[in-house]
Every structure is written in structure tokens, then in C-alpha cells.
């Protein structure tokens, strides 16, 4: 019988002896490799083609989040198994939506790590048991918390729009020097060195761009994972103003605390968007600056063909009407007669 393939990383030589002498008492695995840091990790990989990947998230030039999500979409029939020290339950979330199949706490016995590799192996996810209250909490819609603070977000936002640091502080009514003081924690949060680099991770993970239905007072955003969004529903508002997307985002928030919001200004936001989330309802301004509504609607349709689409305008114009329903859109709405009740009514009829 040939026997699993196994690669081990991690950067203590003596975290990785007391792992790999643990293993052996397991009948059928075979360590091909051990490696400390990230280039080696992703040397290994090509050469040894292994089954199973052990890794501990914490490695000289390793970026855990891209680099797993990356290893995940180029392997996918290897099994992942992280071990770390680090129990944040949010950058725990961040690495199961990566393609991560356990996560094992390293003060934790070497017998639940055998589990753990059992468990991985037999196509199971594996969560050590002292993080499992902390992530059932975070996936409940009454305690939602988000990787990013609501300046965070805001940051995130400008510095996809090419905003400097004056120009951000100039929106948000900030000074220049409280501005780099967000974005450095911003940035430590996103793994990330650069402003650039930020923007580029907003650009390929669309998700933390999301907000929960449930909005208190200070406007808390919810965390958003494969765990939350396979349960909540997710909804997209396109439309070019900023005032009118928070108005109706509150509105949708009371109809359905559960829902999952994510906005786009223009067409190219809404495209990239759908494509990334397959949102179950989308509604859609007809007038989108200088671009056409109605065109936006037909390219969201092609995208996402299962996903509902209602046009909104300031304008109830018959012809928007008849156009907005042949590009696929299956009402067409004016803003004016949206409230609170015509939006709940149009989440129940979606999730029926």
C-alpha cells in the first residue's frame, strides 16, 4: 500500500522533530520533506507533490492568507493542516475561506494532532476543540465582528479609489499623521506592506468588502467567511451615490439583520463583485453616472444567471422599464416608493 505523502513546515526544528516523531506512530504516512520557511515551502511542493501539508503559519517570508488561498487553487486535492499558536479566531475564519482543512493549536496534545491528521485526511474539517465556541459565536448573526474596524474599512475603500494620504484625510475629516496611524494598523491586518498592496488584496478578496444587515449605532461591519456567507444572504447594491447606498444599506439592515451587504459605485465594482460572490439579489440604479444602468443589469444577468435583479431609478421611465426587463432585471422599482417594508417584502420573496 502506497503510503500518504506528507510535507512538513515549519521554522523551529524542534517543533517539526516533535511533530514528525508523533506521526510515525501512524501506520501509512511517509514525511517526504521538512521545510522552515516559504520558498522552501513552495519548492517542496513542486518536487514532492504531497498528499498533505502541515504548516505552521508563522515563517520567515511566508504570507499566510495569499500564499495558502494561492497553494489551495494550485493543489486542490492536497489536504491542508495548519498548526500555530495564534488562536485569533477571525484570522482562523480567513484561513478556512483560503482552502484550509484544520487548524491545530500547538499547546494542544500530540494525540488530538494525530486526530487532527486522521481527521484532514479522511476528507473531514478539523478545528481544535478551545476555538470552536469563539468561531460557533462569530458565525451566530447577534455577534458579528469584523477583520476591519469601520475606519479600516473606509481606509480600504479611498485607497482603492488612488487616494493619498492628504486627499484621504481631506474625506474623512482627519489629520494627515491619524490617517498613517489607520492605515499601519490596516496594514497589519491585512498582512500586507503597502498601500498598493492593500488595495490589491481588496481588489482579490471582494468579500471583506461586505457589511453585516445588523448595524448598531457604531456601524460594526461583519466578519465575512466561508462559514457566514454559506448560511446569511448576500445582497449587492449598485449605485453611484454614496448617501442614497447608505440609506438603503440600513433599510435592508432592518428588514434582514442576517443579510450580508456589499456595494459597488460603477459597473466595473459590480461586475468584479458578482463575479467573485454570486450575490442572491442584486438591485441595480438605472443611471450610474455616465454609465447605463440597463447595460450593467444585462452584463450582471450573463454573470450570474441564478442571481435576482431589480432596477431602482429616481426616474420611472416606462422605457427604462421595458428595457431594464429585457436586459433581465425581474422588477423595476422607483427609489421613491422604497421603505423599510417593500424591502423586507423583496428579501422574503427572494429566499423563498
Not at 433599510?251 to 468584479?272: D, F, H, L, T, W
Request: aromatic share 4%.
Amino acid at each position: 500500500m502506497n503510503k500518504t505523502r506528507v510535507l512538513l513546515a515549519d521554522d523551529h526544528a524542534l517543533v517539526r522533530a516533535g511533530i514528525s516523531n508523533a506521526l510515525q506512530e501512524l501506520s501509512g504516512l511517509e514525511i517526504v520533506a521538512q521545510v522552515g520557511d516559504g520558498p522552501a515551502l513552495l519548492a517542496a511542493l513542486e518536487a514532492e507533490e504531497p498528499e498533505l501539508l502541515i504548516v505552521d503559519v508563522r515563517m520567515p517570508e511566508f504570507r499566510p492568507l495569499p500564499t495558502l488561498r494561492q497553494i489551495h487553487g494550485r493543489y486542490p486535492q492536497m489536504r491542508i493542516l495548519v498548526i500555530s499558536a495564534y488562536d485569533d479566531d477571525v484570522y482562523v475564519q480567513g484561513l478556512l475561506s483560503a482552502g484550509v482543512d484544520g487548524y491545530h493549536l500547538k499547546d494542544q496534545p500530540l494525540s488530538d494532532l494525530k486526530l487532527a491528521v486522521q481527521r484532514v485526511l479522511a476528507g473531514k474539517r478539523w478545528i481544535s476543540s478551545p476555538l470552536l465556541d469563539k468561531l460557533v459565536q462569530s458565525t451566530t448573526p447577534t455577534h458579528h465582528d469584523s477583520p476591519l474596524t469601520p475606519r479600516q474599512h473606509d481606509l480600504l475603500r479611498l485607497l482603492q479609489e488612488g487616494l493619498d494620504n492628504q486627499r484621504i484625510a481631506q474625506r474623512l475629516g482627519l489629520s494627515v499623521k491619524t490617517v498613517e496611524n489607520h492605515l499601519t494598523g490596516l496594514y497589519r491586518r491585512l498582512e500586507v506592506q503597502s498601500r498598493l498592496e492593500a488595495a490589491k488584496y481588496a481588489r482579490e478578496h471582494p468579500e471583506i468588502m461586505g457589511f453585516s444587515g445588523r448595524q448598531p449605532k457604531s456601524r460594526r461591519a461583519s466578519r465575512i467567511c466561508a462559514v457566514t456567507l454559506a448560511s446569511q444572504f448576500t445582497l449587492l447594491l449598485v449605485d453611484d451615490s454614496d448617501f442614497y447606498r447608505s440609506q438603503l444599506r440600513r433599510m435592508v439592515g432592518r428588514a434582514s439583520p442576517q443579510a450580508v451587504i456589499y456595494e459597488a459605485r460603477n459597473v466595473k465594482e459590480a461586475v468584479r463583485l458578482a463575479g467573485a460572490l454570486s450575490p442572491a439579489l442584486m438591485l441595480v440604479d438605472v443611471v450610474l453616472g455616465d454609465e447605463d444602468g440597463i447595460r450593467c443589469t444585462r452584463r450582471l444577468k450573463a454573470l450570474c444567471p441564478s442571481s435576482r435583479i431589480i432596477l431602482i431609478s429616481a426616474y420611472p421611465d416606462r422605457e427604462f422599464h421595458r428595457l431594464g426587463l429585457e436586459a433581465g432585471a425581474v422588477a423595476f422599482l422607483d427609489k421613491k416608493d422604497l421603505d423599510v417594508a417593500v424591502v423586507r417584502q423583496i428579501l422574503e420573496d427572494v429566499q423563498v
